[in-house]
């Protein structure tokens, strides 16, 4: 049982650059997340997935895009990247609302 | 906005003493709290959470207490070990739509031996 597995573990990039970031969870959890991590800000929501085919904004939303492959994966976008968007990107699942979440092991990106 | 307020930011406490971290959130209609621990170049894990319909949970040596009059809510580690060493964030969100989690700055404890 892999819970949610997210991919890469890390990436570089150059700004203008474009790339996503892939997300699998196992546990046949209704709801995703994807959140980024700046230092001494905590985690913050970019886009949420309530059920699979819906996709909602969430406080950072801008500069991102999401897809909601099947229940199983929800992929983040970057269509252009820039340096504002270094941080560490944790994919997330939980069984609905107000419940609590799972979180994969992170994805470190630079934007240089 | 809505916002959740954590502090301290830094804790620092010898080991078998307790430590305690609070929080206070803005959004009235938040009715479940999660805390999350996350070590060092790990990911955030959940270690306890509350309903707004009660007003203190235990596990083992941590608790937590909510003020929903106050909008407080609290984690509290009792004889703390050096593996509680990392950073805690505590989060809010509403139980009907409460897929819009807000968490905390985060507090990074340190539990000296």
């Known amino acids: 049982n892999a819970g949610v597995t997210q991919t890469p573990k890390f990436q570089v990039l150059k700004t203008g650059q474009s790339m996503t970031l892939q997300c699998a969870q196992d546990m046949n959890h209704n709801s995703m997340y994807w959140y980024r991590q700046d230092p001494g800000m905590g985690l913050r929501l970019i886009y949420y997935s309530a059920s699979e085919g819906t996709t909602d904004k969430g406080e950072v939303p801008n500069g991102y895009n999401v897809s909601r492959l099947n229940k199983r994966e929800f992929s983040l976008r970057l269509e252009s990247a820039a340096p504002s968007q270094t941080s560490v990107y944790f994919c997330a699942s939980s069984g609905g609302q107000g419940l609590g979440a799972f979180f994969g092991q992170g994805t470190r990106l630079t934007v240089v | ?113």
């Open chain 2, 1 to 113: 906005g809505e916002n959740v307020e954590q502090h301290p930011s830094t804790l620092s406490v010898q080991e078998g003493d307790s430590a305690v971290i609070k929080c206070t959130y803005s959004d009235s209609a938040s009715n479940y709290f999660p805390w999350y621990k996350q070590e060092l170049g790990k990911r955030p894990q959940l270690i306890i959470d509350i309903r707004s319909n009660v007003g203190e949970k235990k596990d083992q040596r941590i608790a937590v207490t909510l003020n929903k009059t106050a909008k407080h809510f609290s984690l509290h580690i009792t004889e703390t070990q050096p593996e509680d060493s990392a950073v805690y964030f505590c989060a809010a969100s509403r139980g009907i739509g409460g897929f819009k989690t807000i968490f905390g700055a985060g507090t990074r404890l340190f539990v000296k031996a």
